[in-house]
């Protein structure tokens, strides 16, 4: 044969190969059997063998089906898969104990015992084990609802299909990492930015033989459900995961003291080139389960484990333009635009540069040769200026006064905690009256965490407010679709879709609600606590009409600054006419409490001096647990006093004189059914 027929040849088949690829996982259809599909790449890479002249960028020698399927069933976590708040340092980790120390009202000297294990920069899942079979396995999601990826797991052979050991629970989740080592990464590097990726894309295949083809590895490290689990501590668990057939970490250690673990942290952070798979940090988990179980979870994290991040990569890279961007909040951040550089794997070209005072403190200029770092997921920034390389006609920045947006004034507030002025300069503007802060307001109404509206992404958002669709968050539940259907990129499919998510999502809950207002200092975290202590949407919308919203500031983690946040957003007539329009359309879930008991429904506690061996935070959570309530004065609304050591007798008094129950510790524990 010719040369040029087999080329001809050659290109039918892989122009066949592509097409069923496409329609297989873009369109979710078969064209031909699998076998089929099999003999015709076969027959491919047959070719190339025998002939080297033959080459082409959609060979299967070269792309696997490496496009991520969207078809993945999703499912409820039975208990959600939660993140780690981070340290950076020795500071941040003597901070982490001394919560702990607190919470758990434990003497100052005493010692906790963690256990140290290796962060592995993989994919979480999550495996479920019934009767030693593993019957699912799911990604973790958004830590609620993960998706149903189990053929793919089944392909990765450190995960035990059936577990044969007495104690193994007969109902549990073990949770653990997926990944890839460094030295299979090597193979196909060329297809993704970098390991962490390529076990992400390789578990998301829709056909598991392209998952197979990976060797993704499993290392296990904690668990969600359990049923009959007589385990104390964290590293007995890793014991028996190893003895149900599980890997587990190698580095992994026990550890006591704040100084220890640093030292262990510099120790690995040393060896980690060596290691044959990428790691970000280290866990430390208190290694006693009860003491886990005491401190339990603050928003979205365990009060009991941290992530001790290692330091960031660097690179260099020249700064092309600083630009000025105008955020929700109206500060104004200034971005370094940087010729791209690759840090650690992802193509970086923009750079924080944090506020003006930044700016000014490093001297940093158009032009300069700087240092760029990136860590983990937080934004990549400059660290320095490479002065030596600074060209003779380099001016200073100057930052502008005015707001680049809508040109109002620029301030810098005064912070009444700091006695000082902000570092961030902000536009003077009215929200919504500054059009790059009202923006950027909507994109906050509509992100993941707020309303969470598929198909309004960023951009979207952008292009509907210039052509003014959406001026205000209630335009987003009053869209003209008909006018939507003829706008370029738009169809009739894409706009029934967008109307659908956002009918969609006109019942929400408090807790999202009030965080998508984007009331400044008010964050996912505060807003559960206010939603909490409320319940119902009328009394939020009610702090419009209270006078003394400094009732607020009892609620254990809101301050004044949240308080006086609040207030400034209720004095604000845009925002209560926005309040009166989304009351009209939305349905707004009160909060109701999950996994509590009813012991102390209906009943009111404060407590006066201090308790033996736990502290108020810990009191105030068993409380809230069981249904009863913290009230901050005696009257007559109070059923119970508790008093610890040196209570104050003005409260006992008063308590006594409204003939109101006074109580001590044990009395308390009695009626929770506890004892001390
Ligand atoms: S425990 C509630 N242990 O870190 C605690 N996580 O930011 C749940 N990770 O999504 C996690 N190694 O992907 C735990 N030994 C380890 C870990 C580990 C890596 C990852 C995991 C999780 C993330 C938390």
Request: charged share 30%.
């Amino acid at each position: 044969m010719k040369e040029s027929s087999i080329k001809n040849e050659y290109k039918k088949k892989i122009k066949l190969l592509h097409k069923y690829n496409k329609a297989y996982f873009d369109e979710n259809k078969s064209l031909i059997t699998d076998q089929e599909f099999d003999i015709l790449k076969k027959n491919v890479l047959e070719l190339e063998k025998k002939y080297s002249f033959l080459k082409h960028k959609n060979s299967p020698s070269k792309v696997l089906g490496f496009k991520p399927s969207k078809n993945f069933k999703k499912v409820k976590h039975r208990v959600p898969m939660l993140s780690l708040n981070n340290a950076f340092n020795e500071k941040d980790l003597l901070n982490f104990e001394k919560k702990i120390i607190n919470f758990l009202s434990l003497s100052k000297s005493e010692e906790i015992e963690y256990s140290a294990e290796p962060k592995i920069d993989g994919i979480s899942t999550s495996l479920i084990y019934n009767n030693g079979r593993f019957i699912q396995g799911l990604s973790r999601g958004d830590g609620k609802e993960g998706e149903d990826i189990t053929e793919n797991l089944k392909t990765i052979k450190d995960i035990p299909k059936i577990i044969k050991v007495k104690n193994f629970p007969t109902e549990i989740d073990i949770r653990g990492e997926v990944f890839i080592q460094n030295n299979d990464f090597k193979n196909i590097s060329e297809k993704f930015a970098n390991p962490r990726n390529a076990a992400s894309g390789s578990l998301r295949q829709k056909d598991p033989k392209v998952t197979s083809e990976i060797p993704l590895k499993f290392i296990a490290y904690t668990y969600g459900y359990a049923n009959n689990i007589n385990i104390d501590y964290q590293s007995d668990f890793l014991k028996n995961l190893k003895y149900w057939g599980f890997k587990t970490n190698q580095f992994n250690s026990i550890i006591k003291g704040v100084h220890n673990l640093a030292l262990n942290h510099k120790n690995l952070e040393k060896k980690r080139k060596e290691i044959n798979f990428d790691i970000d940090g280290i866990v430390y988990k208190v290694n006693n389960f009860d003491l886990q179980k005491r401190l339990g979870f603050a928003a979205n994290a365990p009060r009991w484990a941290i992530a001790h991040k290692f330091s960031a990569n660097n690179s260099v890279s020249e700064i092309l333009n600083i630009e000025i961007q105008v955020g929700r909040t109206g500060a104004l951040t200034p971005v370094a635009k940087i010729k791209p550089v690759n840090i650690g794997g992802v193509k970086v070209s923009n750079a924080t540069l944090h506020n003006e005072d930044e700016i000014l403190r490093k001297d940093i200029r158009v032009g300069d040769t700087v240092t760029v770092e990136r860590a983990g997921d937080v934004i990549p920034h400059v660290i320095s200026v490479d002065l030596k390389k600074r060209k003779k006609d380099s001016q200073k920045f100057v930052f502008p006064k005015n707001c680049p947006s809508c040109g109002s004034l620029t301030v810098k507030d005064y912070n009444e905690t700091t006695k000082k002025k902000d570092a961030v300069r902000r536009c003077s503007s009215d929200a919504y009256a500054c059009e790059k802060i009202a923006i950027e307001k909507i994109k906050h109404f509509v992100s993941k965490e707020a309303f969470n509206i598929d198909g309004l992404g960023k951009k979207i958002v952008e292009n509907f407010f210039k052509i003014k669709l959406i001026k205000l968050p209630q335009d987003v539940f009053n869209l003209n679709y008909e006018k939507i259907k003829n706008f370029e990129g738009w169809g009739k499919l894409s706009v029934s879709n967008l109307k659908y998510s956002i009918d969609n999502k006109k019942n929400i809950s408090l807790d999202k609600f009030i965080y998508s207002l984007g009331i400044r200092h008010i964050g996912l975290e505060n807003a559960k606590l206010l939603a909490k202590h409320l319940k119902f949407s009328d009394n939020f919308f009610k702090l419009s009409s209270t006078k003394n919203m400094s009732e607020l500031s009892n609620i254990d983690g809101i301050g004044e600054m949240q308080v006086q946040s609040l207030k400034n957003f209720f004095s604000n007539k845009i925002n209560l006419n926005i309040l009166v329009e989304l009351k009209k359309i939305l349905k707004i879930r009160g909060v109701v409490s999950i996994n509590q008991t009813s012991i102390l429904k209906n009943k009111t506690f404060m407590l006066t001096g201090k308790l033996k061996g736990i502290s108020r935070a810990e009191a105030k959570s068993i409380i809230e647990q069981n249904s009863g309530k913290i009230i901050s004065n005696v009257n007559k609304k109070l059923d119970y006093l508790i008093i610890g050591e040196k209570p104050t007798m003005k409260k006992i008094n008063r308590a006594n004189e409204l003939k109101i129950s006074v109580i001590t510790q044990s009395e308390w524990l009695k009626m929770l059914n506890k004892t001390s």
